[in-house]
């Protein structure tokens, strides 16, 4: 077994810092024989072998012939994968029972194109491409994410069969890719807000119960607080924002100890991802704390994958 495992990693496995491209070269490109191309063979054996029994010179040509044709198919599948270029790319977060797509490019620096790719890291789950000549073309590669956490790119199987179907040529891929899955969010009420914010009582322009007038709309503001009927009346003008004074602003702590010890613990968590999904899309400033993780009151998208990362990453 140790001569074995050695021989794959030295064969088989392709370690990078997760951006260092790859060419596959003689000793990555393997070939054999498909189906196809056995049964291919063993008609040019009986045809040989009538040839002989009748003794047909133009049989004995068309052998020949058809067994040089498929030597030269063999060398075109054999280079439609020399020399390719792979570079890996990035993967966004998903959650858990969703499929992760891993971001991956094929160069083709040859004037001739590459045909009939097929990428695959899951059965049954293949990616089929076609490179130009001079070109590059972008895939994803499918994997099931079945559970929070890190998940790490397998091992990816690049074949072809072009031209003729004869034969198949194959290289096995691995470069340092991952992805981080969230846990499965869990449709639940959200807890009550605190009646007293954390940090204290806001007045200004984060309150929510005086109308203090109107502002230009920046960037950063939610469409949710668009003023429309003040902006319709200027139709040349900004959009506008409504701004309120005088108020507490809602907030709300999203913690391990408000769900049911009872459940499970990936349940729990789901709960959690749920709840910071809700609070999310209401607007609201909220934090999450878990055991031995206390992150503060805030909000916005960087607020929001913070808490899912930690979600994703917890060890109970």
């Known amino acids: 077994m140790g001569i074995v495992a050695t021989l794959q990693q030295k064969l088989f496995r392709w370690q990078s810092d ?47 012939l058809l067994a040089g044709l498929g030597l030269v198919g063999m060398i075109h599948t054999f280079r439609n994968l020399h020399g390719l270029i792979i570079t890996p790319g990035r993967s966004g977060p998903v959650f858990a029972g969703e499929t992760a797509h891993f971001q991956i490019t094929l160069d083709n620096d040859r004037t001739t194109p590459r045909l009939g790719l097929e990428l695959e890291a899951e059965s049954g789950h293949p990616v089929f491409a076609t490179v130009n000549r001079k070109k590059s073309t972008k895939l994803n590669i499918p994997v099931s994410a079945k559970k929070r956490g890190w998940l790490t790119l397998p091992r990816v199987r690049l074949s072809t069969r072009y031209p003729l179907g004869l034969f198949t040529a194959w290289a096995y891929l691995q470069p340092a890719m991952r992805c981080l899955v969230y846990p499965q969010p869990i449709g639940a009420p959200l807890p009550p807000a605190s009646p ?62 408000l769900t049911d010890a009872g459940l499970a613990d990936e349940t729990r968590l789901g709960i959690l991802t749920g709840w910071v999904l809700a609070a999310d899309a209401a607007d609201a400033h909220y934090g999450l704390r878990l055991p031995g993780v206390d992150i503060p009151i805030g909000s916005g998208e960087r607020h929001r994958q913070l808490c899912l990362e930690a979600l994703a990453l917890y060890q109970p």
Do not use: C
């Not at 063979?41 to 029994?53: D, K, Q, S």
């Not at 109107?214 to 003008?237: C, I, L, M, T």
């Open 196 to 257: 007293t914010p954390v940090g204290g009582e806001r007045s200004g322009d984060g309150g929510q119960e005086d109308f203090a007038g109107f502002r230009e709309r920046q960037p950063a503001d939610s469409p949710r607080h668009v003023a429309w009927k003040a902006s319709a009346r200027n139709a040349n003008g900004p959009l506008l924002i409504k701004q309120f004074a005088g108020g507490a602003q809602v907030e709300l702590r999203l913690d391990w100890q």
């Open 18 to 64: 997760g951006t260092a491209p790859l060419r596959l070269g003689q000793r990555r490109v393997f070939i054999i024989p498909s189906r196809g191309g056995l049964l291919y063979a063993l008609a040019l054996i009986v045809m040989l072998i009538g040839a002989i029994n009748y003794n047909l010179a133009l049989g004995h040509a068309l052998v020949f």
